[in-house]
């Protein structure tokens, strides 16, 4: 819930998430979470996928990032 655009949202957004906590029941969403954008020659991919290997243990989640470092547009 933490990234914030400052170059005018110059990017393409690829992932976002929702999330309800269930200890409050309160409803956490950002539409951020994985966007690419052109730099110079190359390509920015970033992914803000989880904060422990428990997120990565997902094959679709490991899968995303293995596409994000051998993609080639």
Do not use: C
């Amino acid at each position: 819930m933490n990234v914030k655009f400052s170059d005018g949202r110059d990017k393409t957004i690829l992932l976002g998430y929702k999330y309800l906590d269930d200890r409050n029941k309160v409803l956490h969403q950002q539409a951020t979470d994985g966007w690419l954008k052109p730099s110079g020659k190359g390509w920015i991919v970033y992914l803000q996928m989880g904060h422990s290997t428990h997120e990565y243990r997902d094959a679709s989640v490991a899968q995303m990032a293995l596409n994000a470092v051998v993609w080639k547009p």
